[in-house]
């Protein structure tokens, strides 16, 4: 006969708690928390109880049974209940539920986005200066545009993502502060031109040291010089007037790339934490942050790191990848001077998997906010470590990138009789790459300037950059030779030649035919992404320049001419 002893009825009685925690919480909401712990408690309980009848199975002892199993150490059972009751409480409440992100850019915004959706627990604010920027991202007009970005925003803002410009608030109530703010190239003083200019962090900096009364784990996200954490703490440590106020650092580089930034972020290849790990306090706030990750990504893709380390992977990260356009680049150039065809020997050496296929598509040149502004970073530490031969080397990508830009204007003028003087020339494309607005370091701002310098008058297209922003890359001045378009049809009508300037997926599907038809002759297309159909335009009467591509022989007599 089963013994009815305290382990037994500590296990009805934990049901009949959970019974009624749970029937009030459909009542009062408020009793939910306990309804969960005494869950909790309960499934613990029959997992000791599961425990102890497999015990005595494998011991051959029916006499132990539930209830008579440890009849006179109930409190053995107790514990290993209580220890398992207990542990993922502790898991939920030694996780932070309250994060706050400095920055509601291009990698602030959606990121923050993406952890708000991922983990519902958390309570996620993302503050700015800018308060246009703030009211945009509550509006149904998002600040940028991203694939996959309004979805997730929609699907989270006002329930646990919020955006606004109260940062002294939103610094005080959050356990785990990210700093996504700008760090862009010094414009003067020392370093200028290639340092990377850390007053936006540094004010970020302060202000977290101001307005801190309780301990916060600071997140670098913005990509930084090597080391930038150790001055960091410092500002913080020596402005936070709260005593006993701890900080710990860590760096979180961002990965994600515009216009797949909802792919990358769902599925990153990696997410990198870096952090103190060589004490306790370090680890346990890269395994705090781990965590939240943990959420949706795969565990080995979340890698940790010394902070130096991760510091320095992500400008090292951005030099290679920038490396690459530039070198196929260069190939581009040697290509058309030997009737080789960019485009094959990419795909060749695409195939050797030691090299893999991806960033090797030869283009007008690479552009965005961080490629440049990362490897000149990244050579002036170098210089700085007087590293000069390794200094060099990185400049040359960006030398490289400059030269692919002259080399294009100089192929429209030569192949347009060395002469652009006020002939309409349609340039598609303004952003630096497609499924982005994002006009930052864009090709087409060098390209655009080298054609009005040479006179031409530029007709501008693009789906998502706004005349505005194109006013403001370009400067009053240059605007003078430059209409921006709301529609391709205007832009490309009696037009001298086409430039595309960005690989947009609709200029495929334009009526190429019908856009001879309208343009003057000979009609001329320069494809600074080699994303048409050149054997097509060919073959409707277009004179086709495409980068490191067999020279049309049109445009080898003009440059004999
Ligand atoms: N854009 C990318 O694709 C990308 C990718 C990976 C990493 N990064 C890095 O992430 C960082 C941010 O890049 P971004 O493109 O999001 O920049 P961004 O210019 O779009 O956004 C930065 C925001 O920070 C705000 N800000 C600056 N100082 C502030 C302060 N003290 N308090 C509150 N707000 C402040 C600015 O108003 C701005 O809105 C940079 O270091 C960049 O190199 C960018």
């Known amino acids: 006969m089963v013994k009815i002893t305290k382990s037994t009825r500590s296990l009805f009685l934990s049901c009949g708690s959970f019974s009624l925690s749970f029937s009030l919480s459909l009542l009062f909401p408020c009793c939910a928390f306990f309804a969960f712990v005494f869950f909790l408690s309960l499934l613990s309980r029959c997992v000791c109880a599961c425990v102890c009848v497999r015990v005595s199975v494998c011991l051959e002892r029916p006499d132990l ?64 200066l800018n308060q246009q920027r703030i009211d945009a991202w509550n509006s149904d007009n998002l600040p940028i545009y991203e694939p996959g970005l309004d979805e997730v925003v929609k699907a989270c803002r006002g329930k646990n993502l919020f955006f606004s410009t109260d ?68 500002v913080l440590l020596r402005n936070c007037p709260q005593e006993g106020v701890h900080f710990d650092i860590l760096s979180n580089p961002e990965f994600l790339a515009e216009g797949t930034a909802i792919d990358d972020l769902t599925m990153p290849d990696r997410v990198l934490i870096g952090g103190k790990i060589e004490n306790d306090r370090g680890t346990a706030a890269c395994a705090a942050l781990c965590e939240v990750y ?73 552009g965005g906010s961080c490629f440049q502004k990362d490897i000149l970073n990244l050579a002036y530490i170098c210089e700085c470590h007087g590293l000069q031969e390794v200094a060099d080397y990185w400049y040359s990508v960006v030398g490289m990138n400059d030269y692919q830009k002259t080399r294009f204007v100089r192929r429209v003028v030569s192949a347009m009789f060395n002469t652009i003087r006020n002939k309409k020339i349609a340039m598609l494309g303004f ?24 006179g031409a008058k530029i007709a501008l297209f693009d789906p998502q950059v706004p005349e505005e922003q ?68 060919s073959e409707i009467g277009f004179i086709v320049y495409a980068l490191g591509k067999p020279i049309d022989p049109f445009l080898k007599s003009a440059e004999g001419a």
């Open 65 to 128: 049974r539930l209830g008579v199993l440890f009849p006179s150490q109930p409190q053995v059972f107790f514990s290993c209940s209580h220890v398992l009751t207990l542990f993922p409480l502790f898991i939920i409440t030694s996780s932070f539920n309250s994060v706050c992100c400095i920055g509601a850019g291009y990698v602030g915004g959606p990121t923050m986005a993406m952890i708000a959706l991922k983990c519902p627990h958390i309570e996620v604010t993302v503050v700015d």
């Open 167 to 234: 940062c002294e608030a939103a610094i005080r109530a959050a356990q785990c502060i990210f700093v996504s703010v700008n760090t862009p190239t010094k414009k003067t003083g020392l370093g200028k031109g290639k340092a990377a200019d850390l007053t936006y962090w540094e004010s970020a900096a302060r202000n977290i040291a101001a307005w801190s009364t309780s301990d916060k784990i600071i997140v670098e996200k913005s990509t930084v010089p090597v080391r930038t954490a150790e001055a960091i703490e410092k």
């Open 294 to 366: 943990a959420n949706w990504v795969p565990k080995e893709r979340i890698l940790t790191a010394n902070l130096w380390s991760a510091e320095l992977s992500k400008l090292t990260a951005n030099a290679m990848l920038a490396q690459r356009i530039s070198s196929i680049n260069a190939i581009s150039a040697l290509c058309e001077c030997t009737g080789a065809d960019v485009s094959q020997v990419s795909f060749a050496i695409g195939k050797d998997s030691r090299i893999g296929p991806k960033f090797l598509n030869a283009s007008v040149g690479f």
């Open 431 to 454: 952003a630096f790459k497609k499924d982005t607005g994002d006009t930052r370091e864009t090709p087409a701002i060098d390209v655009a300037h080298g054609m009005i310098e040479d």
């Open 470 to 537: 194109v006013r403001m890359d370009m400067g009053e001045e240059a605007m003078k030779s430059i209409t921006c378009y709301s529609k391709p049809t205007e832009a490309l009508k009696d037009a001298h030649a086409v430039t595309i300037m960005t690989e947009w997926d609709e200029f495929k599907t334009y009526d190429w035919r019908a856009i001879y038809e309208v343009m003057h002759k000979p009609a001329f297309v320069f494809d600074g992404r080699n994303i048409l159909d050149h054997a097509h335009l």
